[in-house]
């Protein structure tokens, strides 16, 4: 089973600044099955980037991911008010089964 | 618009089964998989397995395998999940999710289903 390790934990930063969050995965990953979500407090995750690096529907592009292999990155360019919340990552393998990342809690400096 | 609506929060006692559902609307049911993601108190993400509402194909994350039993009723575009012999650290709030088969993910998601299992 392919582990994902997200890194930071959690990241504090001010409204303004630049995000960046990793996803490092045990073994190779097909960019094709790597996934961003987004999830705030008392809801359910939002999907924002599939396919390693395409925005889903709706998402301000101000959000952008990158990476291959084992190596991938959220990056949210200039952080607003309402992105501060929990992100994870997603990786689809065969069988199927999918794992997801422990998460990185992105909170106001 | 695609919608994903969760039956209520629960409340089992160790050892009981509970069986939480996910009616679909505004979308083809049987064009996409549904699959189960359960979130324990303050904890991340977990997989729990994935169901083809097209055939009913199933597969189900190795730590529930035994326990665990999806369903879906393509009449009423509705799935099932079923999960036994719980236990408290069961405990948690259950997602339903749409799969996209082209890029294996989560689109839309049901509003979860907190499930609390004490004596």
């Known amino acids: 089973e392919i582990v994902l390790t997200q890194s930071p934990g959690t990241l504090s930063l001010s409204p303004g600044e630049r995000a960046t969050l990793s996803c490092r995965a045990s073994q190779s990953v097909s960019s094709s099955y790597l996934a961003w979500y987004q999830q705030k407090p008392g809801q359910a995750p939002r999907l924002l980037i599939y396919?390693?690096?395409s925005r889903a529907t709706g998402i301000p592009d101000r959000f952008s991911g990158s990476g291959s292999g084992t190596d991938f990155t959220l990056t949210i360019s200039r952080l607003e008010p309402e992105d501060f919340a929990v992100y994870y990552c997603q990786q689809y393998g065969s069988s199927p089964t999918i794992t997801f990342g422990q998460g990185t809690r992105l909170e106001i400096k | 618009q695609v919608q994903l609506v969760q039956s209520g929060a629960e409340v089992k006692k160790p050892g009981a089964s509970v069986k939480v559902s996910c009616k679909a609307s505004?979308?083809?049911?049987?064009?996409?998989?549904i699959s189960w993601v359960r979130q324990a108190p303050g904890q991340g993400l977990e997989w729990m397995g994935w169901?083809?509402?097209?055939?009913?194909?199933?597969n189900y994350a190795q730590k529930l395998q035994g326990r665990v039993t999806m369903t879906t009723d393509t009449s009423t575009s509705t799935a099932y999940m079923e999960l036994r012999s719980l236990r408290s650290d069961d405990t948690a709030v259950y997602y339903c999710?749409?799969?996209?088969?082209?890029?294996?993910?989560?689109?839309?998601w049901g509003q979860g289903t907190l499930v609390t299992v004490s004596s």
């Open positions: 505004g979308y083809t049911f049987t064009s996409y998989g």
């Open positions: 169901i083809s509402a097209y055939n009913g194909n199933t």
């Open positions: 999710a749409r799969v996209d088969y082209d890029f294996w993910t989560f689109d839309y």
């Open positions: 396919g390693a690096s």
